[in-house]
């Protein structure tokens, strides 16, 4: 079992930041990846960015690329995400979640996740 807990969300401006936590406990998370969704009301959950717990590689959604910087500690164990630049658009409820194996895009794929935290990008 994985244990996911989200923090760091709340209201900003257009055009501020935030950093999103994630923080991990459970078993080991060598062989997973992790990564962020976000799901917007009516809409469905989507992918944002998602690294590599061992090699830290990392794969960004075309909406967030060069704003969203994905990174992981494996010290404490935690993931961030930090936002730059954000748009109205990207208001939502972000996910951290966790797959054993490889890089995926897909919720499916997905077997631990978070509680979400909601994320406002006012105007």
């Known amino acids: 079992q994985v244990q996911l807990v989200e923090s760091g969300g709340g209201l900003v401006q257009a055009g501020g930041s935030l950093r999103l936590s994630c923080a991990a406990s459970?078993?080991?998370?060598?062989?997973?990846?992790m990564a962020w969704f976000r799901q917007a009301p009516g809409k469905e959950r989507e992918f944002v960015a998602v690294i590599t717990w061992s090699g830290g590689n990392t794969y960004y959604a075309d909406s967030v690329k060069g704003r969203f910087t994905i990174s992981r500690d494996t010290a404490k164990p935690a993931v961030y995400l930090q936002m730059n630049s954000l748009k109205p658009e990207d208001t939502a409820v972000y996910y951290c979640?966790?797959?054993?194996?490889?890089?995926?895009?897909?919720?499916?794929?997905?077997?631990?996740w978070g509680q979400g935290t909601q994320v406002t990008v006012s105007s």
């Open positions: 459970g078993r080991t998370l060598s062989r997973y990846a």
């Open positions: 979640a966790a797959a054993p194996g490889s890089i995926r895009y897909t919720p499916t794929w997905y077997d631990y």
